[in-house]
């Protein structure tokens, strides 16, 4: 019942340098999404995908790229890593049509840009 | 600008009693709420929500109550538990929207026994 898989789970980086956090989904959601949540600040919006081949940006996107080339994975793409990265990143998903809007988050992936 | 706010960071309460936190919302769009709770080292999951159409909804020991005129929402714990101290997201989004979630800055539940 693996649900919504992140990794990794702890990464250090130094600045300007790129990584991939990986996110995959096994209840066939169509919808995801990646937050990043700030000591004492809510989850904020990067980025969304509807579906598979379609993405769209959230409230702070900037410095992120994703794709979704498949319905179960949406991974997370940092080009040039800035100490204002230093954050939790969660990945969620839910289906289109779930009318109780839960989103299922995934344990969430801690990086620092140093 | 925050469009979900959650103004006490923290509520400490004691085993037993209720445990009632408060959420504000300015975005007349939204038209389903929702309160997740979440661990240390873990992800939020879903405790309860609401729809706009509705004042109140239950679940248990938790009660969600819904105030569209005043656009706010509280969340209702009886009785309180040690197991229920963490912190407490409140959360906002519209139906047309991409259930995209608004996320409150949150308040830490600590339930002291």
């Known amino acids: 019942n693996a649900g919504v898989t992140q990794t990794p789970k702890f990464r250090i980086l130094k600045i300007g340098q790129s990584m991939t956090l990986q996110c995959t989904q096994d209840m066939n959601h169509n919808y995801m999404y990646w937050y990043r949540q700030d000591p004492g600040m809510g989850l904020k919006l990067i980025y969304y995908s509807v579906g598979a081949g379609i993405t769209d940006k959230g409230e702070v996107p900037n410095g992120y790229n994703v794709s979704r080339s498949t319905t179960e994975d949406f991974p997370l793409r940092l080009e040039l890593a800035a100490p204002s990265q230093t954050s939790v990143y969660f990945c969620a998903s839910t289906n289109r049509g779930d009318t109780t809007g839960e989103l299922f988050f995934g344990e969430g992936s801690r990086l620092t840009v140093l | 600008d925050q469009q979900v706010k959650q103004n006490s960071p923290s509520l400490s309460v004691q085993e037993g009693r209720i445990s009632i936190l408060n959420c504000d919302y300015t975005?007349?769009?939204?038209?389903?709420f929702l309160w997740y709770k979440k661990y240390p080292a873990e992800g939020p999951t879903f405790l309860i929500s609401i729809s706009s159409i509705k004042d109140k909804n239950e679940d248990g020991r938790f009660t969600v109550f819904l105030n569209k005129s005043a656009k706010h929402l509280s969340l209702h714990i009886v009785p309180s538990q040690p197991g229920d101290s963490a912190v407490y997201f409140c959360a906002a989004t519209s139906r047309d929207s991409a259930r995209q979630l608004t996320f409150g800055s949150g308040t830490q539940l600590t339930v002291l026994p």
């Open positions: 975005n007349s769009m939204f038209d389903y």
